[in-house]
């Protein structure tokens, strides 16, 4: 199914007119936009790499990621597409619960395995919004000026020379035994 998907996309785009090049051999070394930006919106879409590699017109898989590691453009635009493929899985979660309260979902077992597989797909996809843990990133870098401020708060207080404290002795009684 996602191939015929893949195969229309294609087809839209004009890119089914391209001969598809040879999935054997070396890859495709030049990044092509228009391709990137057919692949993203498919990603976007919910559609596997591995079938818009497939497709009719469109490079092997190994062109992309070849891509993906040379052009960062196209890298940052393939992570916003893979975001916005985790929300296309978490609608699809979501369209499941529907159908199972609303009827037209009879096979409650296979429905909470694809339940399970999209949410699944959502969380590792956009960690943000549906992952089971929110990683929390923060990085700090101080100036000169406020390291020295925080250095001068530590030193407060400290001297060069140890305090001496002097006590007066005073005998200590003796018990009776």
């Given amino acids: 199914m996602k191939d015929v998907l893949a195969d229309a996309y294609a087809k839209k785009r004009g890119l089914h007119k391209i001969a598809a090049p040879s999935k054997i051999g070396a ?18 879409d919910g559609i596997a ?22 052009n960062e453009v196209f890298a940052n635009d393939f992570a916003r597409a893979r975001e916005e493929q985790g ?12 159908g199972l309260l ?19 797909s959502a969380g590792v996809r956009n960690r943000n919004h549906y992952g089971e843990k929110r990683l929390l990133e923060q990085h700090v870098t101080a100036s000169d000026n406020i390291a020295g401020l925080l ?26 035994d």
Avoid: N
């Avoid at 495709?28 to 990603?43: K, L, P, S, T």
């Fill in 27 to 44: 890859p495709r070394r030049e990044f092509q936009q228009h391709y990137g930006d057919a692949i993203c919106e498919m990603i976007a």
């Fill in 49 to 70: 790499l591995e079938a818009i590699c497939r497709a009719k017109g469109f490079p092997a898989k190994s062109t992309v990621r070849k891509w993906l590691s040379d």
């Fill in 87 to 98: 929300h296309y899985f978490a609608e699809r979660a979501a369209l499941i619960g529907e």
């Fill in 102 to 120: 609303d009827g037209s979902i009879k096979d409650s077992q296979a429905a909470r395995v694809a339940l399970e597989a999209f949410k699944w």
């Fill in 151 to 176: 250095q001068s708060i530590a030193d407060t207080g400290r001297d060069d020379q140890p305090e001496v404290i002097e006590l007066e002795s005073q005998p200590v009684p003796k018990l009776d």
